[in-house]
């Protein structure tokens, strides 16, 4: 079993890239970085224990989800749009899994070049939601509207 201290310290560290190399406006897209240093610990779990850690940390993320009934509350509100308990099922558990979404849609190979353009295009300044989907665009030359209005938009 995935253990919580070795999962907070990961997230915590991850933080370093999102939130601190790319930064967001944490009142307004607290979903930016949070539900980044989720999927960014997830890929650790991944990397450090194979499928089973993947499976299990993605049984974490759906379990958060699970309390608030999985509803489909967009994960780019703003933190005054959630109440506590939608903060962590939403943010840091539907985010997350928008993400693994994200790149079952585009491809592990665009995610990936996605990724490494999204941090290094956006590095020491504050990045947007419009910005993150510009850049995945980018990457998979495709149109992701309607990923993005079925998960993150209000």
């Known amino acids: 079993q995935i ?8 997230h915590e560290v991850a933080h370093q890239w999102f939130y601190n190399l790319v930064g967001n406006d944490q009142l307004d897209d607290p979903w930016l970085d949070e539900s980044l240093a989720q999927f960014a610990t997830m890929q650790y779990f991944t990397d450090r224990y194979g499928e089973q850690g993947m499976l299990e940390f993605r049984r974490e993320l759906k379990g958060r989800w699970a309390y608030v009934g999985e509803e489909e509350i967009p994960v780019g509100l703003p933190v005054s749009e959630y109440t506590g308990v939608e903060y962590s099922g939403i943010v840091y558990g539907r985010g997350a899994l928008f993400f693994m979404e994200l790149e079952a849609v585009m491809g592990t190979d665009a995610f990936n070049a996605f990724m490494k353009s999204y941090v290094t295009n956006n590095a020491w300044g504050i990045s947007t939601t419009e910005i993150l989907r510009a850049e995945a665009e980018g990457q998979c030359g495709c149109g992701l509207t309607e990923l993005f209005e079925e998960w993150v938009y209000p």
Request: cysteine-free.
């Open 3 to 10: 253990g919580y201290l070795e999962g907070t310290v990961v």
